[in-house]
């Protein structure tokens, strides 16, 4: 089959012919209909050799939807057929956290060696990808898997992050959200869909300014050193009750620092490899600070079940799989809008 491959570091990756993958006990194959390009892949081939966890070559992607194609012995929850959309988080699966659906925060996987696909096990830009185990599988349910795929990270771990802060997002709180990429444009849209909140969106891009406008945002400025400003203007001088940076790069770290309000909280989503000082005098007294990863299998039902209800406008671009180094040259360049997904049987 085909796949898309990262073969030598510093070298961009290509499409390739490696073996059809065969479901041993427990496992699933899963004809992929389509994968979708996550920023994190860029950050990874920017890694040198001696600070990757896993061989190369590696197969990409690590967000994926399609059909069962074929079960290992013993599976049972699936059938060949099924539409389903795959949790990548995978950890043990036996430990208290996997047990509560946690798997993303599995404190087991660094000493078994468990990878997720496309982030050390074999990834989704491929025709058939192989699934741990069926319990990774969420039925699609009638969702479309080209529009439904980003769901799985870039709608994911956005759900997730806002989930842990609903809390603070009371009627007559902000929110802003720095980066509308592909996990920004959803961001903005589970915000609207789940709290009261001022939505306050911010990236260096006009045309993505838009985006975020289109998504639902009450307000959007350009990130820039005059950024925070702008938002204690919009909140009467108090700051947002949370910030969600899904860049993390220095410059937004500090505008986040700036711009959250007493008690409020940042939740460092991008892997900008940016730092936030957290000390008196560095930010507001009361504040938290969390760097949430991806998010729970529960909550993948949840923000599946919030692109049903018609809540998500995804924006894609789609891409067939000889032509993955356009979308990932694209998204080195900053020019996708929303996310690109790549139609490996296409
Ligand atoms: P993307 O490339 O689709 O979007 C990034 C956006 O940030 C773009 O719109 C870009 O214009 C904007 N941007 C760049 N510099 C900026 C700045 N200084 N200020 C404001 N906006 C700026 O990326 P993505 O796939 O949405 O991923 C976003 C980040 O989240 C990446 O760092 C990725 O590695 C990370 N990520 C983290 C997790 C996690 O679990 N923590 C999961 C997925 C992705
Ligand atoms: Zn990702
Ligand atoms: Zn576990």
Redesign the pocket.
């Known amino acids: 089959m085909k796949a898309f491959q990262y073969h030598t570091p510093g070298q961009p990756p290509s499409v390739t012919t490696v073996p059809d993958p065969e479901p041993g006990p427990g496992q699933v194959v899963v004809k992929v209909e389509a994968a979708g390009?996550?920023?994190?892949d860029?950050?990874i081939m920017g890694l040198p050799a001696d600070r990757l966890w896993f061989p190369l070559p590696l197969t990409l992607g690590h967000e994926a939807a399609g059909t069962v194609a074929a079960l290992g012995p013993g599976v049972e929850a699936v059938r060949t057929g099924d539409a389903v959309a795959v949790h990548g988080a995978w950890g043990c699966g036996a430990c208290r956290t996997c047990a509560l659906g946690r798997e993303?925060y599995c404190p087991h996987t660094e000493r078994l060696g468990i990878h997720s696909p496309g982030l050390g096990a074999p990834g989704a830009i491929a025709e058939y990808l192989l699934v741990d185990s069926a319990r990774h599988l969420v039925p699609l349910d009638g969702l479309d898997p080209v529009r439904a795929v980003p769901l799985t990270?870039?709608g994911l771990?956005p759900y997730?992050a806002v989930k842990r802060v609903l809390h603070r997002l009371v009627p007559g709180s902000t929110a802003v959200v720095?980066?509308?990429?592909?996990?920004?444009h959803l961001g903005v849209q589970i915000l609207r869909a789940l709290s009261a909140a001022t939505v306050v969106a911010?990236?260096?891009?006009e045309e993505?300014l838009a985006l975020a406008r289109a998504c639902g945002a009450h307000r959007t400025l350009l990130?820039d050193e005059r950024a925070a400003d702008g938002i204690r203007e919009l909140t009467d001088g108090l700051g947002a009750e949370v910030v969600l940076d899904?860049?993390?790069?220095d410059?937004?770290l500090r505008?986040a620092a700036k711009a959250v309000a007493k008690e409020g909280e940042i939740a460092?989503?991008?892997?900008?490899g940016g730092r936030l000082g957290l000390a008196a005098g560095r930010v507001p007294y009361g504040v938290t600070a969390s760097?949430?990863?991806?998010?729970t299998r529960p909550e993948l039902a949840e923000v599946l079940a919030l692109g049903r209800l018609g809540e998500l406008d995804v924006h894609i671009e789609t891409y067939g799989i000889d032509e993955a180094p356009l979308a990932y040259e694209r998204?080195h360049a900053?020019k996708?809008t929303?996310?690109a997904v790549i139609l490996p049987g296409a």
Do not use: M
């Open positions: 390009v996550c920023h994190s860029e950050v993303n990270d870039a771990t997730h720095i980066g509308v990429g592909g996990l920004g911010l990236d260096v891009a993505k990130s899904f860049v993390a790069n410059a937004t505008t460092v989503v991008g892997l900008g760097v949430p990863y991806w998010g998204l900053g996708i929303g996310r």
